[in-house]
């Protein structure tokens, strides 16, 4: 089974300048969420779907960060413009669905330098 | 979301036994007890959960107190490959938004 897909794995930016990150969850998985790791921390919440729609986004902040998955099945999560403080690993996961023994498989993030 | 408590980091030896702590005294009744691990460069991966009763999978086990106030993450034979951090997360089982909440975890260090 091929697992969570995430593209670039490193994306180096001028502050001021847009980003991309897009995301392929494994097959059949409803549920989506975008996390943010800074440096030395646990990752943190960004945004989670359930298809195509907006379950929580409630720690985006929604003046530089969107995101949206069109079609229930990739996503993308877009800053514009970066800021220094948003060098991080963003992280993509996936589950079969909102319940709270289901797991959320992760992919291997991509990592963003703001310079 | 109630919070969990676990050392910064724990140091073992390979092929020995691990035993990660973590408090989580204001879990509810609804609170599943999950564990992740994250090895370096790559992202969270699921290690077990539980709700009130011990468990065991092929990666570990997971002993519950009585009061579910601590659960204890058990690594039976330390390999080098365990070295990671290792969270332990309460996701509320009523559903609705269920993003994990990730602490800073336990370092683990194996020593070989």
């Known amino acids: 089974e091929a697992g969570v897909a995430q593209s670039p794995r490193y994306k180096i930016i001028e502050k001021r300048q847009s980003v991309a990150f897009w995301c392929n969850p494994i097959?059949?998985?409803?549920?989506l969420y975008w996390y943010q790791q800074i440096l030395g921390q646990g990752p943190k919440l960004l945004i989670q779907?359930?298809?195509?729609?907006?379950?929580?986004d409630s720690q985006l902040p929604k003046d530089r960060f969107s995101a949206e998955r069109l079609k229930g099945v990739d996503s993308t999560l877009k800053i514009q413009p970066a800021k220094l403080e948003d060098s991080a690993v963003y992280l993509c996961?996936?589950?079969?669905?909102?319940?709270?023994?289901?797991?959320?498989?992760f992919g291997a993030g991509t990592r963003l330098s703001v310079l | 979301d109630a919070k969990t408590t676990q050392p910064n980091s724990m140091e073992s030896n390979e092929e020995e036994p691990v035993h990660l702590p973590c408090n989580h005294s204001?879990?509810?009744?609804?609170?599943?007890i999950h564990w992740y691990r994250q090895l370096p460069s790559q992202g969270p991966e699921y290690v077990i959960h539980?709700?009130?009763s011990n468990v065991n999978n092929r990666m570990a086990s997971l002993a519950i107190a009585e009061d579910r106030k601590s659960s204890t993450l058990i690594l039976h034979r330390a390999t080098l490959r365990d070295a990671a951090v290792y969270y332990c997360?309460?996701?509320?089982?009523?559903?609705?938004?269920?993003?994990?909440?990730f602490g800073k975890g336990t370092h683990l260090i194996i020593q070989p």
């Open positions: 996961a996936s589950s079969l669905d909102r319940l709270a023994g289901n797991i959320q498989y």
């Open positions: 097959s059949g998985h409803a549920t």
């Open positions: 779907f359930q298809n195509n729609g907006v379950v929580d």
């Open positions: 204001t879990i509810s009744g609804t609170d599943y």
């Open positions: 539980g709700l009130t």
């Open positions: 997360i309460l996701r509320d089982g009523r559903g609705g938004a269920d993003g994990l909440t």
